[in-house]
T-cell receptor
Framework: DGGITQSPKYLFRKEGQNVTLSCEQN?????MYWYRQDPGQGLRLIYY???????QKGDIAEGYSVSREKKESFPLTVTSAQKNPTAFYLC??????????????FGEGSRLTVL | QKEVEQNSGPLSVPEGAIASLNCTYS??????FFWYRQYSGKSPELIMS????GDKEDGRFTAQLNKASQYVSLLIRDSQPSDSATYLC????????????FGQGTELSVKP
């Protein structure tokens, strides 16, 4: 089945540790995105990538890093520099051309808790 | 800073009623608008997209767009308890890349 797979679903981290969240899609989508959601809040954009080997900062990129070495994969690293990393992280993808351009499809999310 | 505004709610309606969810946006050049439904603890799922002024109907859902007023709404007819969720309005920026900007969401509660 086509879709977006995020792992792990739940992750606990000690302060000072880096963690990497995985996002893989088999939809042949061009662009991939990482959003963060805090309780009772909307989605805030961390990073996005429209093409392999290129990515741009979103609104809250500080303390995060990404890579896009393959079209299908867009991992997010939450570094120790991120001061308040406990949140629900959502990966999404979309086509950049065609009739449904811009419709984002989301993975199931990864819930990160800092102990 | 481009913004998308929604009433956070909660909006409570009785079962069978029409639920009306509203959204305003600041980027006058935006051309693409989306409504997502998010159940508690789950990821958002796309329920409607609209690109032209007027109404777009899909089953019990109707999206309405008024670009002149920078206003988009979602109507849910014959509301069911299973419609209880947070509804997120999203607007695509009118520039290269066209990121989606999300509102903070409106929590809808449908009472049996």
């Amino acid at each position: 089945d086509g879709g977006i797979t995020q792992s792990p679903k739940y992750l606990f981290r000690k302060e000072g540790q880096n963690v990497t969240l995985s996002c893989e899609q088999n939809l042949n989508h061009d662009a991939m995105y990482w959003y963060r959601q805090d309780p009772g809040q909307g989605l805030r954009l961390i990073y996005y990538s429209q093409i392999v080997n290129d990515f741009q900062k979103g609104d809250i990129a500080e303390g995060y890093s990404v890579s896009r070495e393959k079209k299908e994969s867009f991992p997010l690293t939450v570094t120790s520099a991120q001061k308040n990393p406990t949140a629900f992280y959502l990966c999404a993808s979309t086509l950049l051309s065609g009739s449904n351009t811009g419709e984002l499809f989301f993975g199931e999310g990864s819930r990160l808790t800092v102990l | 800073q481009k913004e998308v505004e929604q009433n956070s709610g909660p909006l409570s309606v009785p079962e069978g009623a029409i639920a009306s969810l509203n959204c305003t946006y600041s980027d006058r050049g935006s051309q693409s608008f989306f409504w997502y439904r998010q159940y508690s603890g789950k990821s958002p799922e796309l329920i409607m997209s609209i690109y032209s002024n007027g109404d777009k109907e899909d089953g019990r859902f109707t999206a309405q767009l008024n670009k002149a007023s920078q206003y988009v709404s979602l109507l849910i007819r014959d509301s069911q308890p299973s419609d209880s969720a947070t509804y997120l309005c999203a607007v695509r920026e009118n520039n290269q890349g066209g990121k989606l900007i999300f509102g903070q969401g409106t929590e809808l509660s449908v009472k049996p």
